[in-house]
C-alpha cells in the first residue's frame, strides 16, 4: 500500500493573524483598529523609509502619506501579509517623496540618540566602536545615495528586509528579471563606491 503524502501544514504566524483580524476591523470602520496597525507597524515604516530615502525627515513625510494612503485603500487589502501590503505602499511614496524633494540622502542610518527607528543599545557605548558605527553610516550613505531608486529599493528590500525576488518583484511592481538585474547592478555599484573604504568595514 503506497503512503499517501499528507499535506504540510504551515505555521501559525501570530503577528500576521493579528493583523489580519485587525484590518478586517479597519475594512469595517473601525479606526481603533487602523490606528493599533499604525502603532505596530510605523517603528518598521520608518527604519525602511529612512534607508530608501537617506533622510529622516522625508522618511517621516513617507510614512505619513502611507499610512493616509492605507487607510483609504484598506477596503483593497485581501491578501494574506497586511505588512508586505504597508511595505508596498512605503516603498512607493518614499520614492515619490525623494523624487518631490530631488535632493541626495545624507544619513540613511540616523543616530541612535534621539531617533525611535531602531532599538536603543542597552550596553554601555564605545567611544572608539561607535566612531567606527557612525563613519560607516556616512559612508554608506554616500553609497546608497549614489544608486538609482529601483537599484537602492531592490537591495534594501533583500539584503535588509529579507523578501526573496518574487515578493520583491510583487512589491515594486516590476519584472522578476528587473529585480535580479537590480540588485546585481546596485551590489556592482556599491561595490566600487566602498571599495576605497572597506579597511572600515573590517573587523
Known amino acids: 500500500m503506497e503512503d499517501v503524502a499528507q499535506p ?7 503577528s500576521r493573524e493579528r493583523d489580519l483580524r485587525l484590518a478586517r476591523r479597519a475594512r469595517d ?12 507597524h510605523q517603528d ?12 529622516i525627515e522625508a522618511a517621516h513625510d513617507a510614512v505619513q502619506e502611507a499610512f493616509i494612503r492605507a487607510y483609504r485603500n484598506i477596503g483593497t487589502f485581501h491578501g494574506e501579509s497586511f505588512r508586505a501590503w504597508l511595505i508596498r505602499i512605503a516603498v512607493n511614496t518614499s520614492t515619490d517623496v525623494l523624487r518631490l524633494r530631488k535632493r541626495r540622502p545624507s544619513e540613511p542610518y540616523p543616530e541612535r540618540e534621539g531617533e525611535q527607528w531602531e532599538p536603543g543599545d542597552v550596553t554601555a ?11 560607516q553610516s556616512r559612508v554608506l550613505s554616500a553609497a546608497l545615495g549614489a544608486l538609482t531608486d529601483g537599484q537602492r529599493a531592490a537591495i534594501v528590500l533583500y539584503d535588509v528586509e529579507g523578501f526573496d525576488y518574487p515578493e520583491i518583484a510583487r512589491l515594486t511592481g516590476v519584472s522578476l528579471g528587473t529585480v535580479k538585474s537590480r540588485i546585481h547592478r546596485g551590489r556592482l ?12 568595514f573590517r573587523d
Do not use: C
Not at 44 to 55: I, K, M, P, V, Y
Open 8 to 14: 504540510v501544514e504551515r505555521p501559525v504566524d501570530p
Open 125 to 135: 557605548p564605545d567611544p572608539e566602536r561607535e566612531a567606527i558605527r557612525r563613519a
Open 29 to 40: 470602520g473601525d479606526l481603533d483598529a487602523f490606528n493599533q496597525l499604525v502603532e505596530i
Open 44 to 55: 518598521h515604516l520608518l527604519a525602511l523609509s529612512t534607508r530608501l530615502t537617506g533622510d
Open 189 to 200: 555599484a556599491l561595490r566600487a563606491l566602498l571599495e576605497e573604504s572597506m579597511e572600515l
